[in-house]
């Protein structure tokens, strides 16, 4: 949530930190702000609403200044007001910070600031920590860095900062912990970022900030990190393997449909130099020093959020069923407050598009302490779950900037896939020809995802008969049924229609009681085990006057007598179905609601990336 730029160098802050909050606006977009710092003057200019609402208000007001920080805001404490915008400034005006992040012990913070003298504006707690700083820099005499890092070692919460002061112009102070952060380090100059996006376009080196790490970044002398106990760290300097032209729309009218046309690729990039149709293999080489550990686990716990979660409930018949080893799917903001029983040599695979998930980090830290082999799954390279785990695979989606997530969740699926076959091949359960018809199998996924999108215009004109209903259903049996589940978030999240996905032979334990002509029933009703039975339940819906959208088999005509539209998806093993017949629902759920006027690109009240909880 919520995204932040920082510059200091040569050029001119404002047009770098106003493109980089543009790249960054994925991850809130309530309300936008940003600080530039002339000399010994300090400007603050924020605004409700998107960043181009910002850069409308600003105007021909003077934007000087070679440093600055930038900030576009996701609600937590406080509404989304310009008062409540970052940046943020204490009583003096010398002292300006944004930030992501929660400070859980705000409140008494503030009630000791207030007898103190302090006078605050906003209703966030972000307010409190810039009161903060200035109060231990103006009562110790110490340095803007020591401020802050006093600052940070009586706070409690979570915190991605960076801070600026007219008395120290020619420094940009950064801390972080639980949120991102990340350095990119140019000719003289330095570029600060929730993550790579912003700063792609000007360099490639980049130092990522540990969590309770503070960086000193001095114009005249360079980067220092040091721990919030004071403590010199060495930066450990990467190379960004993102391309700038990822970043951009491409021709698309949305980043979403723009990354639902890039699954075929990004499938492919999945699977790239990973498997081998013809020579009969699968080497992931990220869980390669892990595979003996894994193969021999009791039981397999999964945790993700959103759709990330879906994943890991398709991944759990994978497992069960190519592997034939126990797995538990589990919310990650569920998990960390449970007490729950995890003992040494159980294997947690964590699952997330950004590599940043609050919760699914905390639930993590927790399995860590108790013994658990620890495996991420996640997208950014870099990113925090990609080095607290003990191993793991990235999915090699490219950059995902709508906030719905496409591209990410088939890439996750496919990963995952190739995870259990290879298990399942090490532990001897999965038998050699069903293992060779899978991987080909997956080698033809991209090219029948491609042939599957030339439905699109089909597509759209089926989504025109549902724009202005209220309710959806979505049904799938097996491991269809997280699909569904998937479908149902996709539709409510940027179209705003009430949609819920129910396993198909649930649908007669109550909501059943919802279908009359004006509900939809969207149902994945390809071939497979279950067939039979979902076409039972299309008959049962059809029988109170629901309207069905089936997703089938090219060349079902049984469904296709019954349904009142069906679309047809190419044959392939049953194991790969979930990520085909994902395609469709993605394209209903866009279609809908841009006829519906939505932005879905920047859906309400959601963020891309949700390092709070």
């Known amino acids: 949530m919520c995204g932040i730029v920082g510059y200091i160098g040569n050029k001119k802050a404002y047009p ?56 576009t805001r996701w609600a937590t404490h406080g509404l989304p007001n310009d008062i409540n915008a970052h940046p943020h400034s204490a009583g003096k005006g010398k002292i300006a910070l944004v930030h992501n992040g929660i400070i859980e012990n705000y409140a008494i913070l503030k009630e000791e600031l207030v007898k103190r003298g302090h006078k605050f504006y906003s209703e966030t707690d972000t307010e409190v920590l810039v009161h903060l700083i200035e109060d231990i820099k103006e009562k110790s005499g110490v340095s803007l860095q020591e401020a802050v890092r006093i600052a940070l070692n009586e706070v409690i919460g979570a915190y991605a900062i960076v801070v600026t002061s007219t008395e120290e112009p020619d420094k940009l102070i950064c801390a972080k912990k639980s949120s991102p952060l990340v350095i990119g380090l140019g000719e003289d100059e330095y570029y600060i970022a929730s993550d790579a996006t912003p700063i792609v376009e000007y360099t490639k080196n980049v130092v990522y900030l540990e969590d309770e790490q503070i960086a000193i970044i001095d114009k005249n002398h360079g980067l220092k990190i040091v721990s919030i106990s004071n403590q010199e760290v060495n930066p450990y300097i990467q190379e960004l393997e993102m391309q700038l032209e990822t970043l951009e729309k491409g021709g698309y009218e949305y980043f979403m ?144 900037i709508g906030v719905a997530s496409t591209k990410a969740f088939t890439t996750q699926v496919t990963l995952l896939a190739m995870m259990a076959m290879m ?72 179209s705003y229609i009430h949609a819920e996905g129910y396993p198909a032979a649930e649908m007669k334990h109550g909501p059943i009681a919802l279908i009359d002509e004006n509900m939809p029933v969207f149902v994945i009703a390809t071939k497979g085990d279950n067939y039979e039975k979902v076409v039972s339940n299309i008959q049962e819906v059809k029988a109170r006057k629901g309207k069905v959208i089936a997703i089938i088999t090219k060349g079902d005509t049984v469904v296709k007598e019954i349904a009142d539209h069906t679309i047809h998806i190419p044959d392939t093993d049953e194991v790969l179905v979930p990520i085909l017949a994902t395609i469709p629902l993605q394209l209903l759920s866009y279609h809908i609601a841009v006829m519906r006027g939505c932005n879905v690109d920047q859906p309400r009240n959601l963020a891309k990336s949700v390092t709070v909880e």
């Not at 190519?322 to 797995?327: E, F, G, K, N, T």
């Open 16 to 71: 770098i930190l106003i493109k980089g909050l543009s790249r960054l606006e994925y991850r809130g977009y309530d309300s936008a702000g940003v600080a530039l710092l002339n000399k010994d003057k300090l400007t603050i200019y924020k605004k409700q609403g998107k960043v181009q609402d910002l850069v409308n208000f600003i105007g021909d007001f003077t934007t000087d200044g070679h440093v600055g920080i930038g900030h």
């Open 257 to 400: 449909l723009k990354e639902i046309y890039e699954q075929p690729q990004a499938i492919h990039d999945s699977f790239r130099g990973r498997l081998n149709a013809k020579e009969g293999w699968i080497k992931l080489g990220g869980i390669a020093n892990y595979i003996e550990q894994i193969a021999n686990a009791d039981r397999i716990i999964i945790i993700a959020c959103g759709t990330s979660w879906h994943a890991g409930l398709v991944a759990e018949y994978y497992f069960e069923d190519l592997a034939r080893i126990p797995v538990e799917v589990e919310y990650a903001s569920e998990f960390r407050y449970r007490n729950p029983i995890i003992r040494k040599g159980d294997v947690v695979i964590a699952i997330s598009q950004s590599g940043e998930t609050a919760d699914t980090l905390a639930a993590l830290k927790m399995a860590k302490e108790k013994g658990a082999i620890l495996l991420g799954i996640v997208n950014v390279v870099g990113s925090t779950i990609s080095r607290i785990t003990d191993a793991g695979s990235y999915t090699h989606a490219g950059p995902e």
């Open 423 to 494: 298990i399942g091949k090490k532990r001897g359960t999965i038998k050699e020809a069903k293992f060779q018809r899978l991987l080909d199998e997956m080698e033809a996924l991209p090219s029948k995802i491609e042939k599957l999108l030339e439905s699109d215009d089909y597509i759209k004109e089926i989504s025109k008969e549902y724009k202005d209903c209220t309710n959806a259903l979505f049904l799938g049996r097996g491991s269809a049924f997280p699909i569904a589940l998937e479908g149902a978030l996709k539709l409510k999240e940027i």
